[in-house]
């Protein structure tokens, strides 16, 4: 809904950047890192990507779909792999344009021994306002306009194949979910801190954005 009217004949991870499909950019950048089988999960207007992608011989690599009879979330798609990968599994967004290293991140994942990996970006946020700082009545402090800082998810994740047991059948499940179930489980979950360009393409902004900037 946020990007329409561009995805109302196109889905969002096909809208063009610098003439080239999202999803291309992303796979290319994915070949260039040294990966060469890849799923694709699919729902809206799943023939452009089928498609345009084919079986990926064009790019010289493998490409299967995980074609979803309703929508299924980040995650609810990983039960539809046809067999369990026998390495790590990277998942990304469709609609995440960034220059990670993935060479980087592959490696980050196996030193850290974790079950899972989160990309994650710093964001700041300014509260247009003084803060006052309080407790319970008294004013202990005043604050004018500050900045907050935190990490956020960048939509871009290294798994082990194990976890894809937390993974239900046929039900919608975000990747936050898999994650909190995973940690729940006691299962170690690392974090790898994006300092390359990222950009969510999830609005009509980032998408002029997009093409004012990528090159």
Not at 15 to 34: D, F, N, V, Y
Not at 68 to 82: C, D, F, I, R, V
Not at 202 to 211: C, I, K
Request: hydrophobic share 40%.
């Amino acid at each position: 809904m946020r990007l329409r009217p561009f995805t109302e004949s196109c889905p969002k991870p096909m809208l063009r950047i610098s003439g080239k499909p999202l999803l291309e950019i992303i796979l290319e950048q994915c070949i260039e890192a040294g990966f060469f089988n890849f799923y694709f999960s699919v729902n809206y207007l799943k023939n452009h990507i089928i498609d345009h992608f084919q079986d990926g011989q064009s790019w010289g690599v493998n490409i299967k779909y995980l074609q979803e009879n309703k929508p299924l979330g980040t995650a609810g798609a990983l039960s539809l792999l046809p067999e369990r990968p026998t390495e790590p599994l990277m998942v990304l967004n469709g609609d995440v344009l960034t220059r990670v290293d993935y060479k980087h991140l592959l490696r980050f994942h196996e030193e850290q021994k974790s079950a899972a990996t989160l990309c994650v970006r710093e964001h700041t946020t300014q509260i247009p306002y003084g803060v006052v700082n309080m407790d319970q009545l008294d004013v202990i402090g005043l604050e004018e306009k500050p900045v907050l800082t935190h990490y956020v998810n960048a939509g871009i994740y290294m798994l082990d194949p194990g976890l894809l047991d937390l993974v239900p059948q046929d039900q919608f499940f975000d990747m936050p979910m898999l994650l909190e179930n995973a940690i729940q489980s006691q299962h170690r979950i690392s974090a790898f801190p994006i300092h390359e360009y990222w950009l969510d393409i999830g609005l009509p902004e980032t998408l002029e954005r997009a093409h004012g900037e990528w090159q």
